[in-house]
């Protein structure tokens, strides 16, 4: 319960990002939760590492300058889905707090203690390993119980969790955010994973006992779905008869865009009148769009760069398909946002959105024939396709925010009261 001798509870929450600055679903998933909390009576005091433009009715947003007290604002924080061989210093064009991830990491974590000693709370909140640092450090500095909440892992962001590797120097996974994640899901009463997924990989590599891992599906609603924009762009594709096959996220190897291109070969091959469109950046946008032209699909493919907004909703609501390859997805906001816009989705079993939807077609990311074969049927067959865009809108409405909120809610009175 939310209310305790006539206060309401207070949560400090430690996060990296929050719409508009935000480059994936971390950040909305913090908006689409303190939202919900918040109407179920909590109080949300939700820190970020350092001054932005964040303006929210519903949370009192707090900001951790250390080594700008000045308070002057920048434009981005750093992003939260860099990779294993990104973590080292980046470019500042690239909109970032700092050239070194690492540093911002530990000057957060650094502030974790001065700000829970300044503010009054019941309980600690923190999301993915980059707030994971200051999150413990809040807990240390006054005892109040912490929960961390794990929306991916670093097995995940190298696409090994999937395939059962061990934390070890042979797996390509950096050891130092790995003890960072290690450290906050032990130090917390309790870890909170976006899937069962997820949960397994915690307990698998983490070594974190089973019963202390809740399981809270990530949700979607009017303050998170993509509203907006039009298809004016993709008209003229569509007036020629094309269908639009979409891929929207971050080109990495997490989210399998070789694969989606692999497929697209295939269908391809059957019916050249297929666009497929990959929407997003990362790390492995030049190679990818080399491996298209590799693959012959240079007449077939169009890349549009990373999207937000109403150009997001301008590619779901252009589609015909949505597919969501992931070799290795904590989750996967996107087919919800997806499905909420009545476009039918292809989503991964390697994925924790495939433990919640029933009406979307289901591949394993390596089975490239099986998801061109789903992609032909979808684009060929009308019927098919309005009735799967129908159900997926349907689900979508009942996949809420409110719903994380209950349980998160029940989480936190398990620790307050």
């Known amino acids: 319960m939310p209310i305790s001798n006539g206060m309401k509870t207070r949560i400090l929450m430690f996060g990296w990002e929050f719409p508009p600055f935000h480059s994936g679903g971390l950040g909305v998933a913090c908006l689409g939760l303190t939202r919900a909390l918040t109407q179920r009576g909590f109080e949300v ?8 433009d964040v303006k929210t009715p519903w949370a009192k947003m707090l900001f951790a300058d250390i080594d700008n007290l000045e308070g002057i604002a920048v434009n981005s924080p750093l992003k939260a889905y860099a990779t294993s ?7 500042p064009e690239e909109g ?11 000057r957060y974590a650094l502030s974790g203690a001065r700000i829970a000693k300044q503010e009054q709370f019941d309980v600690i909140y923190a999301h993915d390993w980059l707030s994971f640092g200051a999150g413990v450090e809040a807990k240390r500095a006054t005892g109040k119980p912490l929960i961390v909440h794990v929306h991916a892992t670093e097995f995940d962001r190298c696409g090994l ?27 917390a009463d309790i870890v909170v994973a976006v899937s069962e997924f ?93 491996l298209s032209a590799d693959l012959g699909l240079s007449e077939n ?18 589609a015909d398909l949505f597919v969501m ?9 996107a087919p919800l946002e997806s499905m909420k816009l009545g476009t039918p989705v292809i989503i991964s079993r390697q994925s924790g959105v495939s433990e919640v939807v029933r009406h979307a077609l289901k591949v394993d990311f390596w089975d490239v024939e099986d998801m061109a074969g789903k992609i032909l049927s979808v684009v060929g067959y009308p019927a098919l396709r309005q009735s799967l865009a129908e159900n997926a809108r349907a689900e979508a409405d009942k996949l809420t925010w409110a719903d994380a909120a209950l349980k998160v809610g029940g989480i936190v009175g398990e620790l307050v009261h």
């Open 301 to 318: 493919v169009l890349f549009t760069g990373f999207l937000s907004g109403a150009d997001r909703h301008e590619m779901y609501t252009a």
């Open 161 to 187: 969790s999937a395939c059962g590797a061990q934390a070890d120097g042979a797996t390509g996974i950096n050891e130092h955010v790995y003890a960072v994640e290690r450290l906050g899901m032990e130090e």
């Open 96 to 106: 970032m707090y700092a050239n070194d991830i690492f540093g911002e990491v530990a």
């Open 45 to 52: 005091l939700f820190v970020m590492p350092k001054k932005l």
């Open 198 to 290: 997820t949960k397994q990989t915690i307990v698998r590599h983490y070594g974190i006992p089973e019963e202390k891992v809740h399981v809270v599906y990530n949700g979607i609603d009017e303050s998170t779905a993509p509203s907006g924009g039009s298809v004016r762009r993709l008209r003229s594709l569509k007036e020629d008869g094309r269908k639009i096959v979409l891929f929207l996220g971050r080109i990495t190897l997490q989210k399998g865009p070789d694969y989606f291109l692999r497929a697209a070969q295939k269908v391809v091959a059957r019916n050249p009148l297929v666009t497929f469109v990959v929407s997003g950046s990362g790390d492995m946008e030049e190679s990818i769009m080399r």
């Open 325 to 333: 390859p992931s070799v290795s997805e904590p989750f996967g906001i």
């Open 85 to 91: 061989s990104g973590y080292g210093r980046q470019r």
